[in-house]
T-cell receptor
Framework: EAGVVQSPRYKIIEKKQPVAFWCNPISGHNTLYWYRQNLGQGPELLIRYENEEAVDDSQLPKDRFSAERLKGVDSTLKIQPAELGDSAVYLC??????????????FGPGTRLTVL | KQEVTQIPAALSVPEGENLVLNCSFTDSAIYNLQWFRQDPGKGLTSLLLIQSSQREQTSGRLNASLDKSSGRSTLYIAASQPGDSATYLCAVEGGGGLTGGGNKLTFGTGTQLKVEL
């Protein structure tokens, strides 16, 4: 069974440029998460989707970040414009069941973003 | 706000040694606690998940315990091997009052483990 797929794996851009990350969750997983992991830190949740609906986006910096999950499968996370402080690894995860305390999250390999 | 702390930040041990990694969290109203492994340049792999009603979980050489009331968990690795070298992350789901809960995982900063030959 294929795991969570993310692309690109690495991205280097100059500040003020836009950037987008793509995620394909495990087949049949209804819940999708985007996390940001700064160097030496644990991941922090940016947004969580249940199917097409964003049910928790309280940590998403909405002035420059946006996300979508059309058709409840693939998801895209966008930053426009990027700032130096956005340099981090962006992780996508998925889980099969919604609800609290229900299920293990499966993580993709991440996209390492460097903003120059 | 839920906060998760992991001690030590880094650990180096000789091959074959048994070791313990520690995790503490500030709000005991959690749904579960998970231990993850992260290899350099890769995503996270779930090792063990302990539901809030459980005290421990075991998988091979790994044993994780949970003391919810005191806000603590330990990950015990028996007979460590060089292949165990990685960063180990503890994460709790829930806690943190109105800003927590749901499927939100709060992670610690990890323990970087190196097992030497």
């Amino acid at each position: 069974e294929a795991g969570v797929v993310q692309s690109p794996r690495y991205k280097i851009i100059e500040k003020k440029q836009p950037v987008a990350f793509w995620c394909n969750p495990i087949s049949g997983h209804n819940t999708l998460y985007w996390y940001r992991q700064n160097l030496g830190q644990g991941p922090e949740l940016l947004i969580r989707y249940e199917n097409e609906e964003a049910v928790d986006d309280s940590q998403l910096p909405k002035d420059r970040f946006s996300a979508e999950r059309l058709k409840g499968v693939d998801s895209t996370l966008k930053i426009q414009p990027a700032e130096l402080g956005d340099s981090a690894v962006y992780l996508c995860a998925s889980s099969e069941y919604p609800g609290q305390g229900a299920d293990t999250q499966y993580f993709g390999p991440g996209t390492r973003l460097t903003v120059l | 706000k839920q906060e998760v702390t992991q001690i030590p930040a880094a650990l180096s041990v000789p091959e074959g040694e048994n070791l313990v990694l520690n995790c503490s969290f500030t709000d005991s109203a959690i749904y579960n606690l998970q231990w993850f492994r992260q290899d350099p340049g890769k995503g996270l792999t779930s090792l063990l998940l302990i539901q809030s009603s459980q005290r421990e979980q075991t998988s091979g050489r790994l044993n994780a315990s949970l003391d919810k009331s005191s806000g603590r968990s330990t990950l015990y690795i028996a007979a460590s091997q060089p292949g165990d070298s990685a960063t180990y992350l503890c994460a709790v789901e829930g806690g943190g009052g109105l800003t927590g809960g749901g499927n939100k995982l709060t992670f610690g900063t990890g323990t970087q483990l190196k097992v030497e030959l």
